[in-house]
């Protein structure tokens, strides 16, 4: 019987609620706000479909309802204004990770608890060392969503299926990403061997432009529609998912790294085996030069608001 307690009843999390409803991974869904009525209004909308889904029980819940679930996933939080950056967000949803570990806690210590409130690799951190949990079980969405967005726009302009795009972005869940050309697989070809064999009459890939839409996709869709919900929903179902059915998923969700990478004390995103312990081992890939600097980088940054937070 899957468990699934979403924390934060807004735009992100009642978009993944309804993914989750859809794809029928979980048979019980609990939405917890701080705005009760707001969850109450959001289930009773969801319930309406479940003539149409597979079998889901779906509640507004408090916090006890967190015992007994396989995955608490946090949401909530103040979200990007146009204009703001993931960090300018650290002390307001810093505060309010804490409090919400600290009602959880009390009601279950096995949940994987999964994390995507922005800053999410800060929140992370925050909610592994304030609950305790061993780092393994808390983990950030990080960024599986960026590399969602960086196998659409390869398959895009290479005029194949996503599916058969393997990219991964590592580094910081934000502008201190790391987009690993030097890894890209395009149907298990190198990006540079699937172009020579190309015979559309296409510009070769521009990789400046690509890293860059990447790198700015957030910021594109919030300035349009103030908000990001469809594909973080998907992304963090495709988490649940690799969970819930104990995949072996290689993801690149944010974790605490204590010495792989050569990174220490600070969590962000690699390849990770996901399952249903959370990550059951880190991958190691191959990084040139260029990348690994950079993900040094991003790891000093992110280790420095840390080292304030806790
Ligand atoms: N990691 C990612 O890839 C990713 C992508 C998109 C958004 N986000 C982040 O997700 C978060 C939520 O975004 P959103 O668009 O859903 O925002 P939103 O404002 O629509 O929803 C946030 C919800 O959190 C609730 N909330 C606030 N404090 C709470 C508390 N202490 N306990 C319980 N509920 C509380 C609010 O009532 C609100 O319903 C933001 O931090 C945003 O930046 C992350």
Redesign the pocket.
């Known amino acids: 019987m899957p468990k699934v307690v979403i924390?934060?009843?807004?735009?992100?999390?009642t978009t993944l609620a309804y993914t989750l409803q859809i794809t029928g991974v979980a048979t019980e869904l609990v939405l917890?706000?701080?705005?009760h009525e707001?969850a109450e209004g959001q289930v009773m909308d969801m319930n309406h479909g479940l003539p149409f889904v597979p079998p889901v029980h779906i509640l507004a819940g408090e916090y006890p309802d967190c015992k007994g679930a396989d995955v608490i996933v946090l949401?909530?939080?103040?979200?990007?204004k146009p204009g703001e950056t993931?960090l300018d967000?650290v002390d307001r949803?810093a505060q309010?990770a804490k409090?919400?570990m600290d009602s959880i806690t009390p009601h279950t210590r096995e949940a994987l608890i999964l994390v995507?409130?922005?800053p999410?690799d800060i929140m992370t951190y925050v909610a592994v060392k304030h609950s305790g949990l061993p780092p393994r079980q808390v983990i950030?969405?990080?960024t599986?969503?960026d590399s969602a967005r960086f196998r659409y726009l390869l398959g895009r302009h290479c005029t194949i299926d996503t599916h058969n795009v393997h990219a991964y972005v590592i580094g910081e869940?934000g502008d201190g990403e790391v987009l690993l050309w030097s890894q890209v697989r395009m149907a298990g070809t190198s990006l540079e061997l699937f172009c020579k064999h190309c015979t559309d009459r296409c510009v070769s890939v521009d990789k400046t432009a690509i890293t860059e839409a990447v790198k700015n996709s957030?910021y594109h869709i919030i300035e349009a529609k103030g908000?990001?919900?469809y594909g973080?929903a998907l992304?963090v179902t495709k988490i649940v998912e690799a969970v819930i059915r104990d995949e072996n998923s290689v993801l690149t969700v944010s974790m605490m790294l204590n010495g792989a990478y050569g990174i220490n004390g600070c969590c962000l995103s690699v390849p990770c085996i996901v399952n249903k312990k959370g990550v059951s081992r880190i991958v190691e890939a191959e990084l040139d030069h260029t990348e690994r600097n950079e993900l040094n980088q991003s790891a000093e940054v992110l280790k420095n608001i840390c080292r304030g937070i806790i």
């Open positions: 924390i934060g009843a807004g735009s992100v999390g917890i706000d701080s705005n707001l949401t909530a939080g103040a979200r990007m993931r967000l949803n309010i409090r919400i995507v409130t922005n999410v950030g969405s990080g599986v969503l869940h957030a908000s990001t919900n973080v992304a």
